[in-house]
Nanobody, 127 residues
């Protein structure tokens, strides 16, 4: 099981980035994929997840209306489209999966429930 996050970069406030989480070694269609982030000096927090029941989605309040999570089944990849970025979105972003957890507020709150993690991608938003 491998997850590869990419797409981070430096962007000005109000700009957009699209993060990709490429899965290998398993079919991500059948499992919840979550995006998490960790800013310097802060704890890791859940940002969004996409489940397997009709691709249900969930977002942390701070990104609702600005971020969109989606799947590309042909590419076995999950995306996080981030629009209207703010300096407080600056963090290392990680994608993760677990073969038992559903997309829920629980996994966004308790990231340790996710068993498989990719390496992070840095997102820096300048003011």
């Amino acid at each position: 099981v491998q997850l590869q996050a990419s797409g981070g970069g430096l962007v000005q406030a109000g700009g957009s980035l699209r993060l990709s989480c490429a899965a290998s070694g398993f079919n991500s269609d059948y499992y919840t994929i979550g995006w998490f982030r960790q800013a310097p000096g802060k704890e890791r927090e859940g940002v969004s997840c996409i489940g397997t029941n009709w691709d249900s989605t969930l977002y942390v309040d701070s990104v609702k209306g600005r971020f969109t999570i989606s799947r590309d089944r042909a590419k076995n990849t999950v995306y996080l489209q981030m629009d209207n970025l703010k300096p407080e979105d600056t963090a290392v972003y990680y994608c993760a999966t677990d073969f038992e957890e559903s997309c829920s507020s629980s996994i966004l709150q308790y990231s340790y429930k996710m068993d498989y993690w990719g390496k992070g991608t840095q997102v820096t938003v300048s003011s």
